[in-house]
C-alpha cells in the first residue's frame, strides 16, 4: 500500500509528458502540424489550382473549357490569385487542413508504433532496421491518410471556390461544416470518401521516398563529408528526400485532386471520371505524361519546409516541453538513436 502510494505521487511529480507520453506527443505534433500546415498553405492552394489548370476532361463541356484561363506558372498563379481575389484568398481551406493534418499526424504516430512495436518488432539488440521503418511508415501513412481523407476532400474543393467564383459559377459552400453536411447529404458516407484511393497511394509512396531518401543521404553525408549531425545536415537530406517523396507522390496527387474537384450528379457519382485509373489515362493521353507533374514545384518547396521544421511524430516530447532543442530525426534515426553518429564518427576516425 506503502509502495503504492509512493509510486502515485512520484507519478504525480513528474511533468505532463512523463505521465502522458503518448497524449503530449500527439498534442504537440498536431500543434507543429498547423503552424507548419498554416505558413506553407498558400503553395499549397497554388498546387492545387496548378493540377485543375488545363484539365483535358473538361473540354467536352463547352461552355467551361471557353473560360478556362491559358496554363500559368506557379508564381504568375500566386500573384493572380493575390490580384483576382485577395491576399487572405491564398488560405482559403487552411481550417480543413488543419483537421487533415490533426486525423493525419495522430493516426500515424498510433498506427506506426503499434506496427513497429507489436507487428514487426526489434531486433535481439532493439534496433529497427531500415527496411522494418519503411515498411511501418508507409502502412502507418497509409492508414492516416485513408482516415483523413474527408478533410482533404473538403480542402481541394474550398481551394477551388474562388475560381469558381471567377466564372461565374455559383459557391459549393459557406464554409467546413457546411461543406461536410453536404458533401453526405449528396453522396452519403461513401462521398466523403471520393478519391481515398490515389489519396492513400500518395501518401504511402511519399513516405517511402522520404524515410529512405532521408537516411540514406544523412547516412552518406555523416560518412563521407566534414558535416557533423546538425541542421544543416538535416536541411540536406530534407532537400533530397522532398524531392524523392514529390517525384513518386505528384502523379497520384494530381489523379487525386482532379477526382475530388470534379463536378458530381445528385447521387454523387463523379460526371468527369469513372475511376483513379480513368483519370490518369484520360490526363495522359489528353495533356501528355509530364501533365502528372503540374503542381511539382509548390509541392517541392512545401515538402521541404514541411521536413526542415521535423518529422513530427518522433519529437521527444519532454524535452521539447522542458525547452530543450534537439535535431529532429526521422523515424528509423529515433529508433536507432546514436547508430548513424557513432558509426560516422567511427569511421571518420579510421580515415
Keep these: ?39 506553407t498553405f498558400p503553395l499549397d492552394l497554388t498546387k492545387t489550382r496548378l493540377q485543375i489548370q488545363g484539365e483535358a476532361a473538361v473540354r467536352r463541356y463547352g461552355a467551361a473549357a471557353r473560360r478556362a484561363v491559358p496554363y500559368r506558372g506557379m508564381l504568375r498563379t500566386a500573384a493572380g490569385i493575390v490580384q483576382e481575389e485577395g491576399l487572405l484568398k491564398l488560405w482559403q481551406g487552411a481550417s480543413p487542413a488543419v483537421y487533415r493534418h490533426i486525423v493525419y499526424s495522430g493516426v500515424r504516430m498510433v498506427t506506426y508504433e503499434h506496427i ?26 497509409a492508414i492516416g491518410q485513408f482516415f483523413a481523407s ?21 459557391l459549393r459552400f459557406h464554409g467546413v461544416h457546411h461543406a461536410f453536411v453536404k458533401i453526405l447529404s449528396e453522396g452519403g458516407i461513401r462521398g466523403l470518401w471520393a478519391g481515398w484511393v490515389p489519396n492513400v497511394q500518395r501518401a504511402a509512396l511519399v513516405n517511402m521516398g ?20 546538425n541542421s544543416v545536415t538535416h536541411s ?13 507522390g505528384t502523379p497520384a496527387d494530381v489523379v487525386k485532386t482532379r477526382i475530388m ?32 507533374y503540374k503542381g511539382f514545384l509548390p509541392t ?11 518529422h513530427e511524430e518522433i519529437v521527444n516530447p519532454e524535452n521539447v516541453w522542458n525547452g530543450i532543442p534537439e535535431v529532429t530525426k526521422s523515424p528509423y534515426e529515433a529508433d536507432n538513436l546514436h547508430s548513424l553518429s557513432a558509426e560516422g564518427s567511427e569511421l571518420k576516425g579510421r580515415t
Excluded at 533530397?240 to 517523396?245: D, I, K, P, R, T
Design 1 to 39: 500500500m506503502l509502495h503504492a502510494e509512493c509510486y502515485s505521487q512520484e507519478e504525480r511529480s513528474l511533468p505532463f509528458p512523463g505521465r502522458w507520453p503518448r497524449a503530449s506527443k500527439f498534442l504537440l505534433s498536431a500543434c507543429a502540424a498547423a503552424v507548419a500546415e498554416l505558413v
Design 116 to 141: 513497429r512495436d507489436s507487428v514487426l518488432g526489434r531486433a535481439e539488440d532493439k534496433s529497427f532496421p531500415l527496411w522494418k521503418s519503411v515498411v511501418g511508415g508507409m502502412a502507418a501513412g
Design 150 to 170: 474527408p478533410t482533404d476532400l473538403v480542402k481541394v474543393q474550398m481551394q477551388m471556390e474562388g475560381k469558381r467564383r471567377l466564372e461565374g459559377k455559383p
Design 210 to 229: 522520404d524515410l529512405t531518401t532521408y537516411d540514406s543521404v544523412k547516412h552518406f553525408l555523416l560518412l563521407n563529408t566534414p558535416l557533423q549531425d
Design 236 to 248: 540536406i537530406a530534407s532537400a533530397c528526400s522532398g524531392l524523392v517523396a514529390a517525384i513518386l
Design 261 to 292: 474537384n470534379q463536378p458530381r450528379d445528385k447521387q454523387g457519382r463523379g460526371l468527369l471520371y469513372k475511376s483513379s485509373a480513368d483519370c490518369l489515362i484520360q490526363a495522359i493521353q489528353g495533356e501528355g505524361f509530364m501533365s502528372l
Design 300 to 310: 517541392w518547396m512545401r515538402m521541404i519546409l514541411n521536413l526542415s521544421t521535423g
